[in-house]
């Protein structure tokens, strides 16, 4: 990869970053307070585990792209709140996602190695991180109204939240 395709790519993922960003700040605002324990099977995640992750796994991706090491440890401990979350979410994310979009393209190509081997160019973990954050909110969004909760449009209208014209 060059470092003009590096750039090109940059900026189309960031694009899509921020896009899916709100998408999924309406997904998370969704989950109510007083039933953010629910998940549908032990094995599974709760919704307050779930909306942390989300958020939290985006500012790693976006952390290794920026120093180009992989991740050590674990995330820090989620917010009381889901408020909390996404206001923690709102701050860190639109900061990285700055970051990444003003990094040189010689930066934005060299490959990274991540977990298990896996080597790509720097860029590319923003897609990755897209796809990431699209998996784990359809399952947000399929706990929501178990939850008493309503699922927000997501890219068209939902039963919810119809499609505006």
């Known amino acids: 990869m060059t470092p003009e395709q590096g750039k090109t790519l940059c900026k189309i993922f960031t694009d899509t970053c921020r896009h899916e960003a709100e998408t ?18 032990p094995r599974s995640m709760s919704a307050h585990e779930l ?8 500012i790693m991706f976006c952390d290794f792209i920026l120093s180009g090491q992989p991740p050590a440890g674990r995330p820090p401990e989620a917010p009381a709140t889901i408020g909390a979350i996404l206001d923690w ?20 190509a060299e490959n990274l ?38 699922v927000p449009a997501i890219y068209g209208g939902s039963a919810d939240e119809p499609m505006q014209m």
């Open 51 to 58: 909306a942390w992750h989300i958020a939290t796994a985006e």
């Open 113 to 150: 190695v991540f977990f298990a081997g896996m080597a790509f160019p720097a860029v590319m973990y923003l897609d990755m991180m897209n796809r990431h954050s699209v998996h784990h909110r359809g399952q947000l969004s399929s706990y929501l109204r178990p939850m008493g909760s309503k």
């Open 24 to 41: 999924t700040k309406k997904v998370i605002r969704a989950v109510p307070d007083d039933k953010k324990s629910y998940k549908p099977d």
């Open 89 to 108: 979410y709102e701050t860190n994310h639109h900061d990285r996602i700055e970051k990444v979009n003003e990094m040189p393209g010689d930066k934005l």
